[in-house]
């Protein structure tokens, strides 16, 4: 089984229906995006050569070229590694040779980050700029999609590691049929005049939606802005049809506070479907009354990518249900086909009412962690993925989480680790000690903290960490706060205790 036959199969059976838009403007029919995928796939064998079983990176922002280019690696028999396109170029080096990409697609904005990171590289990978000439100049005969097993690799998703360093899960091909399927029985329909509107980085959750809409034959919509920007938003929606948007909770929380939002024509939009990060109660319930029975929630990690539990439609509509509320606040129960416990340390499973890890067994769980056995087996254990999320079901099967194990801080949808945020601060001469936590914010969701100890007889200046920060890591982990204290609140093996210091913030 190889994904690349959902976009070959559409651009034969619906091969003249529009199946992009950038803005309110058609660019492409499915025929045509399925030549450009066998045609660019033709040129990766051709002209350079790669054989099936390489990766290819993609550090792209959302654009006509992200799909095909996506698809291309597919037909081609290569496996993906969308990289998100707001890290720093050290970060992107870091995948690049971690996944030992030979190949980078880059899009004309990213193209000075792409050069920085492949330069210190050996085997330097192949940039090539979407829509530029070396991209033309690959355009080949088309290939038919490469024969594949459903267990190989077709999508490294990195995420960040605990310890820094991001973890590649890898996604086979098996994995993103079977999470394209759940979304058909879980989240909703999608009809051949639907489209997905990729507000979102395609490198993530809203790219892993296009797969629905791609085997439904159904339309993606690129918003000229390139991103989320709610007037377009909702201009957009006054033009298309039957549109679905995946948001994280902030961008949902965007939308609903928009001014122009309430009392729009929202006619044409069908579906949002949020996820990636806590959705607050308040928040949802704003969301209900200005978008209307729209909304349905999904909990995933990129590990189980989009699924592993539904908090469906009728769920945020069924006022009269007794717990209503309680489910409303919930992630909702485990999608159908996977499997999902409660667990103790040990593994046995706890009973409704009781916090424990969150594990899940299904065929939507990743194979392993691309190169990295040990946290591979942390993460794997006797077939279940333990996904490093704290909750407790309650009797229905419906999910809430509590805290995460790890100290992961959600901003804006995005996850941020905190080691990383403080090993960049810890190389500051005046920085002696320093603790990252998140403090709830109502529109991120959480933002980050820096506690910093000052090395004797210096007082680090926020302007100084935020500098260094920006050298070296992405804008948005990069610490809104900076509180100087004298010393970091440890237990007795000289571990910092971050709740106490989450309770600092809490009593300000
Ligand atoms: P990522 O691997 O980047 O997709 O991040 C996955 C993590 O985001 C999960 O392990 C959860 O901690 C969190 N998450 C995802 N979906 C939800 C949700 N619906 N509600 C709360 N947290 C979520």
């Known amino acids: 089984m190889n994904l690349a036959r959902l976009l070959d199969r559409a651009g034969r059976v619906a ?117 530029g000439a070396a991209w033309r100049a690959l355009l080949a005969a088309p290939v038919p999609p490469h024969p594949l097993e459903a267990s190989e690799p077709a999508w490294l998703f990195y995420t960040s590691g605990t310890t820094g360093r991001p973890k590649g899960a890898i996604l086979s091909h098996r994995n993103l049929l079977a999470m394209t399927q759940g979304y058909f029985t879980e989240v909703d329909s999608i009809a051949p005049g639907d489209a997905v509107l ?120 069924d006022i009269e249900h007794p717990r209503y509320l309680e489910r409303l606040a919930s992630v909702g129960f485990a999608q159908a086909g996977i499997e999902l416990r409660v667990a103790a340390q040990d593994g046995s499973s706890l009973p409704p009412g009781e916090t424990g890890e969150v594990i899940v067994r299904a065929p939507t769980v990743m194979e392993g962690y691309w190169r990295n056995p040990e946290a591979t087996a942390a993460s794997l254990r006797d077939g279940w993925l333990w996904t490093g999320d704290m909750g407790s079901l309650d009797e229905d099967g419906f999910l809430t989480l509590k805290d995460r194990s790890k100290d992961l801080i959600i901003s804006g949808g995005s996850n941020i680790y905190p080691r990383e945020v403080e090993e960049v601060l810890l190389l500051h001469p005046e920085v002696a000690e320093v603790s990252v936590v998140g403090r709830p914010q109502a529109d991120w969701g959480e933002e980050v903290v820096a506690f910093v100890v000052a090395a004797p007889g210096t007082s680090p200046k926020p302007e100084a960490l935020d500098a260094l920060c920006l050298e070296r890591i992405a804008r948005f982990k990069r610490p809104k706060e900076y509180r100087v204290v004298p010393s970091l609140p440890k237990n007795n093996y000289g571990k910092v205790l971050k709740t106490e210091l989450r309770r600092w913030l809490e009593r300000g």
Request: glycine residues 12%; negative net charge; proline residues 8%.
């Open 198 to 317: 990729h507000a979102a980085p395609m490198s993530h959750g809203s790219g892993l939606y296009a797969l629905p809409h791609v085997a439904a034959m159904a339309g993606q919509i690129l918003p000229e802005s390139g991103g989320f920007d709610p007037e377009e938003i909702l201009r957009l929606l006054a033009h298309h049809r039957g549109v679905t948007i995946f948001a994280a909770p902030t961008m949902v929380g965007r939308l609903v506070r928009w001014p122009g939002t309430e009392g729009a024509d929202l006619s044409g939009l069908k579906t949002v479907v949020y996820g990636g990060g806590p959705m607050y109660l308040a928040d949802c319930q704003a969301a209900l009354r200005v978008l209307g029975p729209r909304l349905v929630q999904i909990y995933g990690q990129g590990e189980s990518p989009m699924t592993i539990t539904v908090l469906p439609r009728q769920c945020h509509v």
């Open 15 to 131: 091969s003249g229906r529009v199946a992009m838009w950038r803005g309110t403007e058609p660019v492409a029919t499915h025929a045509e995006l399925a030549s450009q995928a066998a045609a660019l796939a033709g040129g990766i064998r051709a002209h350079l050569g790669l054989p099936p079983g390489e990766r290819v990176a993609l550090l792209m922002t959302n654009g006509p070229e992200t799909l095909p280019a996506l698809f291309a690696c597919w037909q081609a028999g290569l496996v993906a590694v969308p990289v998100n396109a707001k890290l720093h170029a050290r970060e992107v080096a870091f995948i690049l040779e971690h996944s030992g990409a030979r190949l980078l697609f880059t899009t004309p904005d990213l193209a000075g980050t792409a050069q920085e990171a492949v330069s210190g590289l050996l085997p330097q990978p192949e940039v090539i700029e979407a829509g």
